[in-house]
């Protein structure tokens, strides 16, 4: 016989994920509402899964743990002559009494693949996209709590025992992919990610310092502002999308830090401007009159 384990959520969070992404990202993989996966990283023990194969304990533990949840593993006691064991793909009634449907995981048998929600890059199951960076659980985590707030979308299902039938977390939407909430903070992500409002805009820092603005925002398209000819197109290219670029290349604190800092970049840049311009009209009056008062002193 076989060696069959236990599944158990701890009710904690991984220590690098935040409770409420967490809570939204286990939604998705268990195939859950929001507030029945929130009850479950309630610091109560939990078992999910029971009687799990042993070959199939990785795929739950990735699974789980990559949308920040924390799980251990018991081995499953068995009984003398015990009954036939249940369907790989039935989790277990909770704890706490919640009916919990199967998990995408189980449900794809040996398909051992995902797609990503961001660049739709079909790869193994993992956290990060390796073709875009995009964090998936918390990227699908926001488009469910999204999606949730808009009512049933047209995107992709598929059909599960008792006649319902669930969205695919792990096939790419075709409702909106815009609507990213406001408080969502992806920076960083690489440019399969998509900005939330208030990120997007004309950036004076970018037009006018250019390859300056470039470095230190990681932007290094914006070092073909050196190349004759490109560098002026280039430099209304940052203008237009430079605060984008930013986002997407560098990892910021908050929205609210991002725009601190771009709007710093744009007063530098209009001081520059301003500043070369003032001195070069004083010159333009300036030299005109040295001139004449050095020639007047000579012939005097």
């Known amino acids: 016989m076989s060696d069959t384990f236990d599944l158990k959520l701890t009710g904690r969070v991984l220590p690098d994920r935040s409770p409420e992404l967490a809570a939204k990202a286990l939604a998705v993989v268990m195939k859950i509402t929001a507030e029945q996966a929130a009850k479950l990283l309630a610091g109560r023990e939990t078992v999910i899964r029971r009687n799990l194969p042993a070959e199939q304990v990785p795929r739950y533990l990735q699974a789980i743990e990559g949308a920040g949840a924390e799980v251990r593993t018991t081995k499953t006691v068995h009984a003398a002559q015990p009954a036939a064991a249940p369907a790989p793909t039935t989790i277990e009634r909770a704890e706490a009494g919640l009916a919990l449907l199967p998990m995408e995981a189980a449900a ?58 669930t969205a695919n977390p792990f096939t790419p939407p075709v409702a909106r992919v815009d609507d990213v909430p406001a408080g969502e ?6 440019s399969g990610i998509i900005p939330p409002p208030g990120v997007k805009g004309w950036s004076w820092g970018a037009f006018l310092l250019n390859w300056i603005w470039a470095v230190f925002n990681k932007t290094w398209i914006g070092l073909l502002c050196f190349v004759p000819y490109v560098g002026f197109v280039m430099s209304f290219y940052l203008g237009f999308k430079g605060r984008e670029l930013a986002w997407r290349n560098k990892r910021w604190d908050s929205l609210d830090h991002f725009n601190q800092v771009q709007r710093r970049w744009s007063v530098w840049g209009l001081v520059l401007i301003v500043g070369v311009a003032g001195i070069g009209f004083l010159a333009a009056i300036a030299l005109p009159a040295y001139v004449n008062f050095a020639r007047h002193a000579k012939g005097g």
């Open 108 to 165: 794809a048998g040996a398909d051992d693949t995902m797609r990503c929600p961001a660049c739709g890059a079909l790869q193994p199951r993992r956290n990060l996209c390796r073709e875009c960076g995009a964090d998936m659980p918390r990227l699908l985590a926001a488009r469910e709590d999204a999606a949730g707030s808009q009512g049933p979308a047209a995107g992709p299902a598929v059909a599960s025992s008792g006649g319902r039938t």
């Open 185 to 190: 903070n992806n920076s960083g992500g690489g």
